[in-house]
């Protein structure tokens, strides 16, 4: 049976992709040797990392505009250090809305004064904050684009003077945006783009450098940007998984054809969990995300009914988070459309039972 998968990640990716990476493994680009024992130094891979970076910043429209891509470990969970590491002297300032901007302002806060501008967190993260002021005395301000747990997404951002960075691991390459208007984007990979292991970073080089601490050579983006981010063995076949994923996006329409075909699948769902009585939204509708529909049975009895419509059409990863419970179905890029299609005729089919 054919399987849907709509885990929040890691992942569905592309079959395309897998078959590709596969073949990698045995034998790659006919060197008669798997992409698994290659040197990461060998012209070989440093050809895929070069490509990869670049491709990235050809995506998001950032070529040629003072801007390094950099393909990096330890997940977003490392980014919310390193970010304040490298950029926090005195004062920072968070939007928290959810989760992980939660942790991400726990680790700025070993390094200055962190200013929360605003929060979510009374209506546990079910809607995006509208109303609030950067302090002109703030070092950068940092916001999550979209929220896996809870299902929201920032649909706009704030104009400011103060260096932008943004924590966009669940929606990268999904929508367009103007991205010259970030000064630091990071992204872990298992979303959209790739296997887990590796994370992109993406960022102007002219925010760097204005910190008076020492920065250890591991956590220093200057050192990575420099070293072309091979500074240490970089996580290799997640890398190279992720330049395939790169040019499946860009082959099929780039950021505007993501976009199109995320709207169309969150239109399909959302109008279901809105017409049928028997589903309730958990986010509120301005700030639904297109990536995380995350959706409630209006009476929990029928639960153990529903559980097993869609267990038995073949889809995985439909529960909630346990922190919102319910169901939560992630439409990555790589999803099609009929396997949302699939969820939905469940609801309808579970309405009819009823």
């Known amino acids: 049976m ?15 992709v897998f078959k590709k990476a596969s073949e990698a493994i045995l034998d790659f680009d006919n060197s008669g040797l798997s992409l698994l024992e290659i040197s990461h130094r060998s012209p070989a891979f440093v050809d895929v990392m070069e490509e990869a970076r670049s491709l990235a910043l050809e995506l998001l429209d950032l070529k040629d505009k003072g801007y390094k891509a950099l393909f990096l470990q330890g997940g977003a969970s490392t980014q919310f250090l390193m970010t304040a590491y490298n950029l926090l002297e005195n004062k920072a300032a968070y939007l928290n809305t959810g989760t992980w901007s939660d942790k991400a302002i726990k680790e700025a806060k070993l390094f200055g004064e962190v200013i929360e501008v605003a929060s979510s967190k009374e209506k546990n993260f079910n809607y995006i904050p509208k109303s609030y002021t950067i302090p002109k005395d703030t070092d950068y301000f940092h916001c999550t684009s979209n ?9 706009s951002f704030p104009n400011t003077d103060k260096p932008l960075v943004c924590d966009m691991s669940s929606d990268i390459f999904s929508r367009k945006l103007n991205f010259s208007n970030f000064d630091l984007i990071y992204a872990g990979a298992q979303k959209n783009m790739g296997p887990a292991g590796v994370t992109l970073v993406i960022i102007k080089e002219e925010i760097l450098g204005k910190v008076t ?23 290799v076949y997640a890398v190279y998984v992720s330049l395939l994923t790169l040019k499946w996006i860009k082959e099929n329409g780039g950021i505007a054809g993501m976009e199109e075909n995320n709207n169309r699948k969150a239109t399909l769902l959302y109008a279901e969990v809105d017409r049928n009585p028997l589903f309730k939204g958990f986010a509120e509708k301005e700030d639904r995300s297109p990536m995380n529909a995350t959706f409630n049975l209006t009476n929990s009895g ?32 790589a999803l099609p459309i009929e396997s949302v299609q699939v969820v939905v005729n469940c609801m309808k089919e579970l309405e009819h039972k009823i």
């Not at 029928?302 to 169901?327: I, P």
Request: charged share 25%; aromatic share 10%; with cysteine.
């Open 302 to 333: 029928h639960k153990e009914a529903f559980d097993k419509l869609w267990k038995d059409a073949g889809v995985n990863g439909l529960n909630g988070h346990r922190s919102v419970g319910g169901y939560r179905a992630s439409m990555y890029n």
């Open 213 to 235: 601490r020492k920065i250890p050579s591991m956590l220093d983006y200057a050192v990575h940007i420099s070293k072309d981010s091979m500074f240490n063995t970089p996580p």
């Open 147 to 155: 929220n896996t747990i809870f299902g929201t997404q920032m649909k």
């Open 2 to 16: 054919k399987k849907h998968n709509f885990s929040a990640g890691p992942c569905i990716l592309p079959k395309e």
